[in-house]
């Protein structure tokens, strides 16, 4: 069995640009400091976790406490939620995302998991807002680590138990940004670039690159090279 993994920001959801947006003001807030610096190249974890925690530091020299991490993950969904009531638009799913997500459910020996740098909450009001139809898929996140690597590593483990599988034979990520490249790479998974962001990865010499999911066939093919053999529909 082979196992197909997703990031959401930028790959599953058009959310990056209101998402550093909503950090932004959620931390300025709660540490009543400046805005944070939303480039997340800048960040050695680029997760909601790791963000915040570097984040705080940055402005007030120590780590946050545990009732500040969490009054970050309220103001985050409480400014989401403000702008889904004013902008709900601004919540939109990346090109052809849920019939993608959907024809994966249609595969043969195939898993499917979503290992994401969000908190869960965040992440399930994105892919929710987005009209997205992923209740039933299975969710790792910044709840679980701060560590994209280690993320992705429970959404493995969390896979293996749902399927029932002793291992995957082969793992692809599917994702928009170098941090999802270098932990996929860590771990020994294929990779496929999807998103609107994606000049970074080809400079990196990723071979297959996909805008949106608006041609099915061409993402699954290029999934099926990545898996090899060839997914064969159930």
């Keep these: 069995m082979d196992l197909v993994m997703l990031d959401i920001d930028g790959t ?8 550093q947006e909503v950090f932004a003001l959620a931390i300025a807030e709660v540490v009543q400091g400046p805005r944070i610096d ?3 190249n800048g960040y050695t974890y680029t997760s909601s976790l790791g963000v915040t925690q570097e984040a ?7 780590l946050p406490s545990e009732e ?6 309220r103001r985050v969904i409480w400014h989401m939620q403000r702008l889904y009531a004013a902008s709900p638009e601004t919540f939109s799913q990346v090109p052809g995302a849920d019939r993608f997500l959907e024809r994966l459910r249609q595969l043969d020996g195939l898993g499917i998991a979503i290992a994401t740098g969000c908190w869960r909450d965040e992440a399930l009001f994105k892919l929710n807002a987005s009209g997205l139809h ?3 898929l299975l969710l790792a996140t910044s709840d679980d680590d701060r560590d994209r690597q280690r993320i992705m590593e429970a959404a493995r483990q969390r896979a293996r138990d749902r399927y029932a599988c002793p291992g995957f034979e082969h793992v692809v990520y599917l994702g928009d940004g170098p941090w999802d490249l270098k932990a996929s790479q860590a771990l020994g998974y294929g990779f496929i670039g999807v998103g609107a ?11 297959h690159l996909h ?4 041609d099915i066939e061409a993402v699954l093919a ?10 064969n529909e159930a």
């Design 56 to 62: 705080v530091r940055r402005l007030t020299g120590r």
């Design 12 to 19: 599953l959801t058009q959310s990056f640009e209101y998402d």
């Design 38 to 40: 939303t480039n997340l």
């Design 211 to 214: 805008e949106d999911y608006r």
């Design 68 to 73: 500040e991490i969490a009054a970050v993950k």
């Design 134 to 136: 992923a209740d039933d």
């Design 222 to 231: 290029s999934i099926a090279a990545v898996l090899k053999p060839p997914i």
């Design 197 to 207: 962001r994606l000049q970074a990865l080809q400079e990196a010499g990723v071979r």
